[in-house]
């Protein structure tokens, strides 16, 4: 994915500055570069990020790891309207 596909997906303006930080969280994010014809009609060499099937089960499992905390933080809070409830029943 180039560059500009990064930032237009993730909605951000330094699309290198973002795939530093998933770097950092581990992720490898290979850059090879590819030949392309710029604008002015001379080759040119772009790079072109991609997963590799191991960024792909990191991020498989972030957002595994994401949605059950979010699951189990809305069963807190469930849990914790239900003993308010319970609590108020006794009052009548």
């Not at 089960?57 to 239900?82: N, P, V």
Request: net charge positive; with cysteine; proline share 5%.
């Amino acid at each position: 994915m180039p560059r500009e596909h990064i930032d237009r997906e993730a909605g951000c303006s330094n699309g290198p500055d973002l795939i530093g930080r998933l770097r950092d969280r581990g992720l490898d994010l290979p850059c090879p570069r590819v030949p392309v014809i710029d604008r002015d009609g001379r080759e040119c060499m772009r790079g072109v990020y991609f997963l590799t099937t191991r960024d792909r089960r990191c991020i498989a499992l972030w957002l595994f790891r994401r949605d059950a905390e979010r699951a189990q933080a809305k069963g807190h809070q469930a849990s914790k309207r239900r003993k308010r409830g319970a609590g108020s029943e006794g009052a009548e």
